[in-house]
């Protein structure tokens, strides 16, 4: 591949929308299927320049690259969805999955995807959104070292990391395990704290002892159960991830299980531009346990 003018959009979330706005603004059209989509997602869209097509096949008709970037639990549906929309259309866009997933589900994406006679495209965008940061994307696969350069932005470095399906997801997973991981191991221990009423006497001794810890701990815990819907299934992934390499999975099923318990309470309904950032770290802790207590 040596051009590139149009993306097909799959996914107007915040990092879909915050991509698809500097592949815009750097001249390529963006384009996706907002039919039934929210208000909100449309806003978003329309303000990060994405053309509404109307239909999925109307997309993939249009394309040159089908960027799919949305919460994990989604990826592999949506990757059979555009399959079967290339079959419909008889059209073969390069079919790219930027999305927090292991290799083992990227290898099912892989079959559905060259199922239908497209080529294959494995992603992992590490970092913020573009609108708040310079993320990575990494890209893996046979094309990834000419499709890199195309899509580089100065707010969006894409690293191509070598043609084998799989590498770029799977140092996604690696990272996130580390971050993400963290941050729900110091919700699980805040609880604990709160429970055993140490959380006091805990968090100044991690001021004074553990600065990393205790900036995570009164910067990250409160804000989790807002996105504890998509990170949870990205811990099963990472589990899964670690588990294919012979090592447990425990403590990231652990990890999932905490996100599970943080998707149900109240502070859920919260988003990155809503959460309360003065809300001391006890009061969401409190929040955590008393859903932790309803649930039996």
Do not use: C
Request: glycine letters at 10%; aromatic letters at 6%.
């Amino acid at each position: 591949m040596t051009e590139i003018k149009t993306i097909g959009l799959l996914g107007v979330g915040d990092m879909g929308a915050a991509v698809g706005r500097t592949l815009a603004e750097g001249g390529l059209r963006v384009i996706s299927d907002l039919a039934g989509r929210s208000a909100e997602s449309r806003a978003r869209a329309e303000k990060a320049g994405i053309e509404d097509v109307g239909s999925l096949d109307g997309v993939i008709t249009a394309a040159d690259v089908l960027m799919s970037i949305m919460p994990p639990a989604f990826a592999e549906s949506a990757a059979v969805d555009a399959a079967a929309a290339m079959t419909r259309t008889g059209k073969q866009p390069l079919y790219m999955d930027l999305n927090a997933i292991s290799p083992i589900t990227m290898a099912a994406i892989e079959k559905a995807v060259v199922g239908a006679g497209a080529k294959v495209m494995d992603g992992g965008i590490i970092g913020r959104s573009p609108d708040l940061a310079t993320p990575r994307v990494y890209l893996s696969g046979p094309d990834a070292e000419a499709v890199a350069p195309l899509l580089g932005r100065p707010d969006m470095k894409v690293i191509a990391l070598g043609p084998d399906i799989g590498q770029a997801s799977t140092l996604k997973m690696l990272f996130a395990s580390l971050t993400k991981g963290s941050w729900a191991m110091m919700a699980a221990v805040g609880m604990a704290a709160e429970r055993y009423k140490l959380l006091p006497a805990l968090l100044n001794e991690l001021e004074g002892n553990n600065q990393h810890a205790f900036t995570g701990m009164q910067n990250w815990v409160g804000f989790l159960a807002a996105d504890a819907h998509r990170f949870g299934p990205e811990m099963d992934e990472i589990a899964a991830t670690l588990a294919s390499a012979g090592i447990t999975p425990k403590f990231h099923e652990g990890a999932a299980w905490v996100y599970d318990v943080l998707k149900d309470t109240p502070l859920a309904t919260e988003t990155r531009a809503t959460w309360d950032r003065s809300r001391p770290v006890q009061e969401s802790l409190k929040v955590y346990l008393d859903t932790l207590d309803k649930r039996g």
